[in-house]
C-alpha cells in the first residue's frame, strides 16, 4: 500500500516534544497513573494487582467491551471492537470499506486519515467541505447531494477537530435518517463526545442511529488518556465488525493488557474523568475567548461547539505559517498552521484541552506585541 505522508504527524514529530508549550495539542491533559489508579474500584484494582503479562483477547477483554457498551443505547458487548487508539479502528475500516470502485465522502478540513487511507485503498472520496463564513458548519443537503450509487461510507467528526463543530440535534437527524434509507455507512468519529460546551447539544451516538451507524471512540481526548492507545469501534453491523477483527489480526491482533484495564478503570469512573476533562476546557475557554476578543483587528475566531480545539484566522499579511515558526522559536509555544493540513486559508489549529494554557497563551499575547 501506497500512502500519503501524514503531514500532521511528521509536523509532531518535530515539534511535540521539542516546544516548551504546546497550543495546539488536540487531546486533554494526561492523567497521571497514580491519581488513575486511586478511581479503581474492588474489581478492577485486583485485576491490576494480578495482572499477566500475555496477549489478551482478540476482540478487546470482555469487561471493556461490556464497559464500552454501556456508552450506548443499543450496543451490546458483541459490538464492540477494540483497537490500539482510533487511528488503528480508523486504518482497518477504512481497508475494509473501500476499494477501488468505491465512493466515500468525508468532512473537512479534518484529521488525515480520515479520508487518506481511504484514498490509499483506492477508493474515490469527496471532501465534504466545512468554511468559516458558514460558522464551519455542516451542510447535511450539499453532503447528501454528493453521495453517489457507489458511495459506501460517509465520515462525519463531530465535535470537530480542528474547528469545533457540532451538527445540531435536527441536522444530524436529517443526515442519519438519509443514510439510513439508503443503506449507505455513516463512520461516526465520537472521539470528542462529551465535552460539548452545552450538554444539551450533545448527538445520539452513530452506533444507536441506525443498523449501519458506526461509532468511533477513543480513551485520548475526552477521557484524557491518550497515552494508554486504546479505542473502539462500536456497531450493530455484526458482518462489518467481524471483517474488520480479520483485517486486525494484521495490525496488532490484540490490544496492551496493561491499557485495557487502565482504560476499565477510567471508564468505570467516567463521571470523575469527564468532570476533570471538562474543568480544564471550562477553565481555558473563557481566556481564549477574551484574548480573540482583545485581538479582533487580528484573529478572526469562530468559537467552537464542543471538543478542544479551535481553528482561528490570522489576520496579518504574514502566513500563519511564518507566524508558528517565529513564535515556537521566541516563546516555545506551539501552533500548528492549517497548511499542514492541507487547508490554505491562513488559519492555525489551537488546542485548549492543557493545564498550562495561560502560560501559552501569555507567551504568544508576548509575542505578538513585540514580534
Ligand atoms: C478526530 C480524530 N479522530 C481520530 C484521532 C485518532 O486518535 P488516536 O490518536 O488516539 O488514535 C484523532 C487524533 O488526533 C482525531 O483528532
Redo the contacts with the bound molecule.
Sequence with gaps: MRIAEFALERFFAQWEFAARHLLCA??IQGWPMADLLALADAETAALWQDLRLGYSEAPGHPLLRAEIATLYDTIDPDDVLVFA????A?FCLSNVMLGPGDHAVVTWP??QS?YEVGRAAGADVTLHELHESDGWALDPERLIASLRPGTRLVVV?APH?PTGMLPSHAEWARLTGELAERGVHLLS?E??RYLEFDEADRLGTGADAFPRGIS?G?M??SFAL?GL?I?WLATRDRELLARCAGFKDYTTICSSVPSEILALIALRARDAVLARSRGIVAANLPLLDAFFDAHADRWCWVRPRGGSIGFPRLLDPEPAADFVARLVHAEGVLLLPGTVIGHDGNHVRIGFGREDLPVSLAGLERFMETG
Design positions: 488536540s487531546d487508539g482510533a487511528e488503528e480508523i479534518g484529521y480520515l467528526n477537530n468519529d472521539v470528542y468511533l477513543v485520548s481526548k491518550a492507545r479505542g
